[in-house]
Structures are given as C-alpha cells and as structure tokens.
C-alpha cells in the first residue's frame, strides 16, 4: 500500500479496533447481568407509544381520541330494553384503540329516540328554493337537510339499520352504551 493516504489507513484501523472493542465489551457484560423479561416489553411499549405520540403530534396522522361519547354502526340484533350493534370505527388513526367491535345499547325512558326521514320531493324543493333566496339576499342559512327528525319508539328500530348513538359517559372502550340519544334512517319518505 503506498503511503499517499496515511490517515484513511488509521482511521480504518481505529474504527475497526474499537468496533472490535464494543463487541467484547458488551458480550462480557451482556453474560454477567441477568435481565427482567418484563423489561423489554415495558421497555418497547413505552417507547412504542413514544413513537405514536410523536407521529400523532407531527400531523401525519389524525389525532389519538381520549373520549368519545357517539358511535355509528348496524343493529344486528334487538332486545326488550335495547339492541346490539356492530360499530364502525371510531378513530382514523390507526394507532389509537377502536374498542369493541359489538356493543350492547341500552335504552331508558330518558333516551331520545330521533328517525331521520327523508322529505318529500316537494318540500325538498322548496327548502332548496329559500336557501337559494335567502344566499341571494345575503342572509346567513344553514345548508338544506334533506331529513326531517320524528320521534321514534325502540319498536322502529329493526336489525340491519344504521344508528348513531350518543352517551353522557365515555364509551370509547365499552361493551355495554347507555343511550341518551339514538339517531336512525329509513329510507321511506316522509308524509305531507
């Protein structure tokens, strides 16, 4: 080897002396210590939820929810004082819990039970006809909803219908919802 480069031929033999070094090092200390087996996994989960916090915090990704009080999803069975739903998921992020995927709803006589039916054509159109003048005018108007709510018994509640239901409580990760309020479509029209 010709000695143009002296110094990339130390730093060569440095770095692999003390790689060399470390490896020893840590083999010797690694066969003298006895490690917890719940250090590691308490270790990887801290630095596991560390690593979702920082995702979470930089944007990317929609923020983890801590309570949630409404779920939307299907009825799959109905019983005397309520009904099973199957949800739909409850955050977009996909590091954040989802909870149960099944949930039992009970209903009480202070839950308010909303159908939401459609208008007819009729008053659909002319829902639509005072928005439009009442944008032209420049009057602040809330966009037209093509529903009407009618209160509704638990007795209107069929399997395979999609519900949103609300709570007072946290239900982010329960089984079991008390309902306060159920909101519900049928796609019937409704009678004017």
Known sequence: MDN????????VVVVSGSYITGLLASAQFNSNRRVDPNVYANGY?????????KITDS????PILSTINTVSGTVKSVNGNGFVMTTLPLSRNPLD???PSERQVLISDQTKIIEKVLLTPAARDAAIIAFQKNTKAGKPTAPVDPYTD???TIGDIKTGTTV????ADNIKDVATINATQIEFVQMTVAAK
């Open 150 to 152: 009618q209160q509704a």
């Open 59 to 62: 944007g990317m990704l929609p």
């Open 4 to 11: 143009k480069h002296p110094f990339l031929l130390l730093a």
């Open 97 to 99: 819990t989802q909870g």
């Open 164 to 167: 949103t239901v609300t709570a």
């Open 45 to 53: 989960a801290a630095g596991a939820n560390d690593i979702a916090k």
